[in-house]
């Protein structure tokens, strides 16, 4: 398997049932994952906040707006249905995982149909992991396996600043909860 479909997991992971397997069959799968220094439960909250921006490179994924860096006040309140970007929630569970599906109708003319599922996984009281499984459906023929080629590739470079920047975020969430201060939507990076 190459680093744009298996970036930073394991085996064990990719071995693991999702949420989004369920969604999409028959596809071609796609794992990002990233160990996180703070405990499940504040990584889930600051994965909720999906739901609102990408918190990849905002230049190119936000239309130049930074995605918030500071804690949004009942982010973690999810519903089945929720829009989240050009996504729609569609299972979760909480301090566990958020499982998505595409549709907005002109990304899923580009990119087809795509599920994924962001878990987070506690590894000690402290520690987490957060691993993205993606379920891409493959349009038929040469063109379609090239499409899904280039997404994994494309999908690496954003998917990876994405959960990098949500893990530097929670690790910063939690040092400033144990500091005995919370965090303000006007603070800075």
């Given at each position: ?9 394991t ?5 693991q ?6 969604i999409?069959?028959?596809?071609e799968?796609l ?7 703070a405990?499940?439960?504040v ?11 990408p918190?990849?490179?905002d230049?190119?994924?936000?239309r ?12 973690d309140d ?6 989240m970007?050009i996504?729609?929630?569609?299972a ?21 149909d ?10 000690s009281?402290?520690?987490?992991r957060?691993?993205a499984?993606?379920r ?8 379609g396996?090239?499409?899904t080629?280039l997404?994994a590739w494309?999908?690496?470079v954003?998917?990876?600043?994405q ?12 040092a400033?909860?144990r500091?005995g201060?919370g965090?303000?939507?006007?603070e800075?990076?």
């Amino acid at each position: 398997m190459s680093i744009a479909r298996t970036w930073g997991t394991t085996a064990a992971e990719r071995a693991q049932t999702y949420p989004c397997d369920t969604i999409i069959e028959p596809a071609e799968d796609l794992f990002r994952g990233v160990d996180v220094a703070a405990p499940a439960a504040v990584t889930y909250r600051r994965l909720c906040h999906v739901k609102v921006a990408p918190y990849s490179y905002d230049w190119l994924d936000n239309r130049g707006r930074r995605s918030p860096r500071g804690l949004i006040a009942g982010i973690d309140d999810l519903a089945l249905g929720d829009r989240m970007l050009i996504f729609t929630l569609v299972a979760f569970q909480r301090d566990e995982h958020v499982t998505l599906r595409l549709t907005a109708p002109h990304a899923r003319r580009v990119f087809g149909d795509i599920a994924v599922t962001y878990a987070v996984v506690a590894t000690s009281p402290s520690t987490c992991r957060l691993v993205a499984k993606l379920r891409v459906t493959p349009a038929p023929g040469p063109l379609g396996r090239l499409r899904t080629s280039l997404l994994a590739w494309g999908d690496l470079v954003m998917m990876r600043k994405q959960l990098l920047t949500l893990a530097r975020l929670a690790e910063r969430d939690a040092a400033q909860s144990r500091a005995g201060r919370g965090t303000s939507p006007s603070e800075p990076e």
